[in-house]
């Protein structure tokens, strides 16, 4: 079993910056890879970024390259996503996810525990 809780999410006018926290508990943190994924309203959930277990590979959405980083603390059971340059269409609910067993952490199906999800909202 893991347990993940965002924080961080707010309010931030286009251009801005917000850093999300994702704590973990339960299963050993360095054992699993985990994701950041968004959701919009009438929107389908979708991946933004994934950080392997040990932290030395990392992916990303296309429409983040550049602008988002994802990290992890081993020490303190968090990962977190960097947020820079943001534009009302990251406006979304993000969500983090642990994936235990998947190999690519790319898609939403090999997620095996899941936030509660933070609110970001980007004004223009």
């Known amino acids: 079993q893991v347990q993940l809780v965002e924080s961080g999410g707010g309010l931030v006018q286009a251009g801005g910056s917000l850093r999300l926290s994702c704590a973990a508990s339960g299963r050993t943190f360095s054992s699993y890879a985990l994701g950041w994924f968004r959701q919009a309203p009438g929107k389908e959930r979708e991946f933004v970024a994934a950080?392997?277990?040990?932290?030395?590979?990392?992916s990303y959405a296309d429409s983040v390259k550049g602008r988002f980083t994802i990290s992890r603390d081993n020490a303190k059971n968090t990962v977190y996503l960097q947020m820079n340059s943001l534009k009302p269409e990251d406006t979304a609910v993000y969500y983090c996810?642990?994936?235990?067993?998947?190999?690519?952490?790319?898609?939403?199906?090999?997620?095996?525990?899941w936030g509660q999800g933070t609110q970001v909202t980007v004004s223009s």
């Open positions: 996810a642990a994936d235990l067993y998947g190999s690519s952490h790319l898609r939403r199906d090999e997620y095996d525990y």
């Open positions: 950080i392997s277990w040990s932290g030395r590979s990392t």
